[in-house]
């Protein structure tokens, strides 16, 4: 079924509809201006079953999202709790599967148009990258991303991913897995799609939620894992370019992203340019806790 879209099934304005016959007009905002919001969210095969991870934290991001784009509907937790589930039972999913939650404006408006709402929630199946267990090669971008000025980083809103979109073709093209954006004040914010840790003395670094950076669900996970499970120190600060080039450890986090090892930053090796201790104690955290092989102890995740 994963490679088979045209046999799955897409909740749609209120209704289920076959993939194909999920669609929306060109002329609508949505399309024009890139006036939509979205999620995404994993939902993971568990001895218990199919679960979803951080549903609650997830809508509720959604929620804000829609606020802050001014959405003259806003579809709400309670509205997209019991859609998100149905998603996975009505494709049958039995394995790691990505779930898009998207709201967004319908119509033929103008790029301030608050409406009409239109929503939709699709989800394909997603296997587990191969850079995950052999680390990623990231080029440093000379594409800066976006400030809380120009647009709001904390909001998944389409247009945005236009700034990742940008650092992500250019690190490809100059022969690198992906990217890494600086901020407007020349320190580092985050990847393309992902949120940026390092290990410096033993201590697991990350940007400040105020360094232009979406404030990431995954981001928050794996901070908790480090503090909680596995006994490290976290420190939310700075970081320097210069300073990317001393890290002992490197990886990214993110729905889709997981834990990610960094091999290489701009040719450099990071630390003996493979994934070290720290990235790999906190993979197995991770993925013990997503994929049901520990206690929930803090009601993350949802049975489907």
């Given at each position: 079924?994963?490679?088979?879209?045209?046999?799955?099934?897409?909740?749609?304005?209120?209704?289920?509809?076959?993939?194909?016959?999920?669609?929306?007009?060109?002329?609508?905002?949505?399309?024009?201006?890139?006036?939509?919001?979205?999620?995404?969210?994993?939902?993971?095969?568990?001895?218990?079953?199919?679960?979803?991870?951080?549903?609650?934290?997830?809508?509720?991001?959604?929620?804000?999202?829609?606020?802050?784009?001014?959405f003259?509907?806003i579809?709400?937790?309670?509205?997209?709790t019991?859609?998100?589930?149905?998603?996975?039972?009505r494709n049958?999913?039995?394995?790691?599967?990505?779930?898009?939650?998207?709201?967004?404006?319908?119509?033929?408006?103008?790029?301030?148009?608050?409406?009409?709402?239109?929503?939709?929630?699709?989800?394909?199946?997603?296997?587990?990258?191969?850079?995950?267990?052999?680390g990623?090669?990231?080029?440093?971008?000379?594409?800066?991303?976006?400030?809380?000025?120009?647009?709001?980083?904390?909001?998944?809103?389409?247009?945005?991913?236009?700034n990742?979109?940008?650092?992500?073709?250019?690190?490809?093209?100059?022969?690198?897995?992906t990217?890494?954006?600086?901020?407007?004040?020349?320190?580092?914010?985050?990847?393309?799609?992902?949120?940026?840790?390092?290990?410096?003395?033993?201590?697991?670094?990350?940007?400040?939620?105020?360094?232009?950076?979406?404030?990431?669900?995954?981001?928050?996970?794996?901070?908790?894992?480090?503090?909680?499970?596995l006994?490290?120190?976290?420190?939310?600060?700075?970081?320097?370019?210069?300073?990317?080039?001393?890290?002992?450890?490197?990886?990214?986090?993110?729905?889709?992203?997981?834990?990610?090892?960094?091999?290489e930053?701009?040719?450099?090796?990071?630390?003996?340019?493979?994934?070290?201790?720290?990235?790999?104690?906190?993979?197995?955290?991770?993925?013990?806790?997503?994929?049901?092989?520990?206690?929930?102890?803090?009601?993350?995740?949802?049975?489907?």
């Amino acid at each position: 079924m994963a490679g088979d879209k045209e046999n799955l099934t897409v909740y749609f304005n209120g209704e289920w509809v076959p993939w194909a016959d999920a669609k929306v007009h060109i002329f609508t905002p949505a399309v024009k201006y890139g006036a939509g919001v979205f999620e995404g969210i994993c939902a993971y095969k568990t001895p218990d079953g199919m679960s979803v991870f951080r549903l609650k934290e997830h809508l509720a991001r959604l929620e804000y999202s829609q606020r802050v784009m001014r959405f003259e509907r806003i579809y709400t937790a309670a509205d997209l709790t019991e859609p998100v589930l149905e998603v996975v039972r009505r494709n049958g999913f039995s394995e790691t599967v990505h779930i898009r939650p998207t709201v967004y404006v319908d119509g033929i408006g103008e790029a301030g148009a608050p409406g009409p709402i239109g929503v939709a929630v699709t989800a394909v199946e997603r296997k587990r990258a191969a850079n995950t267990e052999t680390g990623c090669r990231v080029q440093v971008s000379s594409w800066q991303r976006i400030s809380d000025l120009s647009m709001p980083t904390r909001v998944k809103a389409h247009a945005n991913y236009n700034n990742s979109r940008f650092a992500t073709t250019q690190a490809r093209q100059d022969g690198y897995d992906t990217a890494l954006l600086m901020n407007a004040k020349g320190q580092v914010a985050e990847g393309p799609a992902m949120c940026f840790f390092m290990v410096r003395d033993g201590k697991v670094v990350t940007p400040s939620i105020t360094s232009s950076i979406l404030e990431s669900i995954t981001r928050d996970t794996v901070l908790t894992l480090c503090r909680e499970e596995l006994g490290l120190e976290t420190v939310e600060r700075d970081i320097d370019r210069s300073e990317l080039y001393a890290a002992e450890e490197a990886f990214f986090c993110g729905t889709a992203w997981e834990v990610t090892p960094i091999a290489e930053i701009d040719g450099l090796p990071v630390g003996a340019g493979k994934p070290g201790p720290v990235v790999r104690s906190l993979q197995t955290a991770y993925f013990d806790l997503v994929e049901g092989r520990v206690p929930d102890k803090r009601g993350w995740r949802t049975p489907v």
